[in-house]
């Protein structure tokens, strides 16, 4: 396995219970109230956790994380607790395993949802497009191009998988069944909410948000709050603006580079994932890099 040395593939914390070890993040309880999250340098593509970590990487995701969870707290509350990492973590030679790549979180119930907001149409937007002339049962106007625009954004959820499982796009009805219709509902507005606010944002940066991903919680009040990561280079689609054209799939500042790598190998999508050469690496490492410093730097 090719690995830099500053790249960590998953913790193995020895002062906290591990809850959980997600396709990016371990998970450890803190207390009844906290978790630690600590996002490794492990990359899922396709739904397959990658043999190779990408140096860095976790730290970049918290960061570009943090950044947007409070420029957009204005719009819903997020998970981000008050507790220090200091508290959270005593233990010096520990804590110092995960600075920088750590948040303490309040301990949330999450919905079974992943809410995805697209903008463009790419991806397996692209694909339904071609084959229906809708985007997950979202009629769209004839004679679209790959990478066109949308009249306006659209919300097409999907289920949430367990690692190694693919996650299913769904139908806004069936997020109804799932949740009730206010909470369906409130969850598709604040997506859209969250994604044109940050969207706009980011196109000020010179990066344009093609689609992305979030998820929700409930309090203990029953209230909606923003979880897990928020507009990151792992769950959205960044490009850079002065590239952009429609009719072809855009460079990106994100893992679509190691996507459209994987797609020329002889690889059914199945795990295990193929080793990554050390180009590969380097170039992702970068790209992530680029969309931090675009998006959370002072002009």
């Known amino acids: 396995m090719t690995q830099a040395p500053?790249?960590?593939?998953?913790?193995?914390?020895?002062?906290?219970?591990?809850?959980?070890?997600?396709?990016?993040?371990?998970?450890?309880?803190?207390?009844?109230?906290?978790?630690?999250i600590?996002?490794?340098?492990?990359?899922?593509?396709?739904?397959?956790?990658?043999?190779?970590?990408?140096?860095?990487?976790g730290a970049v995701l918290t960061s570009v994380a943090s950044f947007w969870f409070k420029k957009l707290q204005?719009?819903?509350?997020?998970?981000?607790?008050?507790?220090?990492?200091?508290?959270?973590?005593?233990?010096?030679?520990?804590?110092?395993?995960?600075t920088g790549r750590a948040l303490v979180v309040k301990r949330l119930r999450p919905l079974p949802v992943e809410a995805i907001a697209r903008g463009y149409l790419i991806g397996s937007g692209w694909?339904?497009?071609?084959?229906?002339g809708a985007v997950c049962g979202i009629p769209l106007p004839p004679g679209l191009q790959q990478a066109d625009r949308l009249p306006e954004p659209i919300y097409t959820p999907s289920t949430?998988?367990?690692?190694?499982?693919?996650d299913e796009n769904v139908s806004f009805e069936d997020t109804v069944r799932l949740l009730g219709r206010a909470r369906a509902e409130q969850v598709r507005d604040v997506t859209l909410a969250l994604y044109t606010e940050a969207a706009a944002y980011a196109l000020e940066r010179g990066i344009i948000i093609a689609d992305t991903k979030f998820e929700f919680g409930l309090d203990d009040q029953d209230?909606?709050?923003?979880?897990?990561?928020?507009?990151?280079?792992?769950?959205?689609?960044?490009?850079?603006?002065?590239?952009?054209?429609?009719?072809?799939s855009p460079p990106s500042f994100?893992?679509?580079?190691?996507?459209?790598?994987?797609?020329?190998?002889?690889?059914?999508?199945?795990p295990p994932g193929p080793e990554l050469p050390e180009a590969i690496l380097r170039k992702t490492a970068e790209k992530?890099?680029?969309?931090?410093?675009?998006l959370t730097e002072l002009k």
């Open 254 to 270: 994100d893992k679509q580079f190691v996507r459209d790598y994987l797609e020329t190998l002889d690889w059914d999508k199945t």
């Open 6 to 36: 500053a790249a960590l593939y998953e913790t193995q914390l020895t002062s906290l219970p591990l809850l959980q070890r997600g396709k990016v993040r371990d998970i450890y309880e803190v207390d009844a109230c906290h978790l630690l």
């Open 127 to 132: 694909k339904d497009y071609q084959r229906t």
């Open 223 to 248: 209230q909606l709050v923003l979880i897990d990561e928020a507009l990151t280079p792992d769950s959205s689609r960044f490009w850079p603006a002065d590239q952009y054209r429609p009719g072809i």
């Open 160 to 166: 949430k998988a367990e690692v190694g499982d693919h």
């Open 38 to 57: 600590v996002t490794t340098d492990r990359l899922s593509a396709f739904d397959v956790v990658l043999p190779d970590p990408i140096p860095g990487k």
């Open 288 to 294: 992530y890099r680029e969309a931090q410093r675009r």
């Open 74 to 98: 204005h719009i819903i509350p997020n998970h981000l607790a008050a507790m220090t990492l200091e508290k959270a973590v005593p233990d010096p030679g520990e804590r110092a395993l995960v």
